[in-house]
């Protein structure tokens, strides 16, 4: 594996349903990224971890909710979702601190719908 | 508020009819800016970076230039392969501001 994986690719979830998304990436970078992708909407800045440290929270409701277990790893833990959280969530990785590059490898992303 | 806003929204353009996108951005200060592209389905991918006013980058058939308020993503000849969705960032110069997306640019390429 290269890159970053995201898992699952497709999920569909009920408003009362608790679900993750998984993040891994191979690149031994410092920094991973959540972000959450609407149609024709610019890419929205959900969580950032350096270091495994979280140290970005763009105002993210609490039904979000990140965990960065190691550097390669990164979840996001799903529950109690609205029907407007259906959308494309990201998961990004840089070998820099987030306030230091632009440069972002994405993964494929996790297309969530919510019924 | 650091803005960055692209057009056109979507372009269509035949194979091998050159043309150019625009990245327009509003910012305190300008430590970098980035283009990716992004095809259906899929996550953006990193094409450019450029630091400084008059800088330009290329690669295969893209070439992106940059002035101190906008940046441009010229296409030459394009091919149907060429089609995909450009987006542009903005890293701001004030310490510990994040990466600015713009909406991006819808490209399709008829053979």
């Known amino acids: 594996e290269t890159g970053v994986t995201q898992t699952p690719r497709h999920l569909v979830m009920g408003m009362t349903n608790k679900k993750s998304l998984k993040c891994e990436q191979h690149l031994g970078h410092n920094a991973m990224y959540w972000y959450k992708q609407s149609a024709k909407k610019p890419l929205e800045l959900m969580f950032v971890?350096?270091?495994?440290?979280?140290?970005e929270n763009n105002s993210v409701p609490s039904r979000f909710s990140p965990e960065c277990p190691n550097s390669s790893h990164l979840f996001l833990h799903l529950h109690t979702l609205q029907p407007e959280d259906s959308a494309l969530y990201l998961c990004a990785s840089s070998q820099d601190g987030p306030a230091d590059t632009g440069e972002l490898f994405f993964g494929e992303g996790s297309r969530l719908t919510v019924l | 508020e650091d803005q960055v806003t692209q057009s056109p929204e979507a372009l269509r353009l035949q194979e091998g009819e050159s043309s150019s996108l625009n990245c327009s951005y509003t910012?305190?200060?300008?430590?970098?800016l980035f283009w990716y592209r992004q095809d259906p389905g899929k996550g953006p991918e990193f094409l450019f970076t450029l630091y400084s006013a008059g800088e330009e980058k290329e690669k295969e058939r893209l070439k992106a230039t940059l002035t101190k308020k906008e940046s441009f993503l010229h296409i030459t000849a394009p091919k149907p392969e060429d089609s995909a969705t450009y987006l542009c960032?903005?890293?701001?110069?004030?310490?510990?501001?994040?990466?600015?997306f713009g909406a991006g640019t819808i490209l399709r390429v008829k053979s």
């Open positions: 910012v305190s200060g300008l430590r970098g």
């Open positions: 971890y350096s270091l495994e440290e979280r140290v």
């Open positions: 960032a903005v890293l701001p110069m004030e310490y510990g501001n994040k990466l600015v």
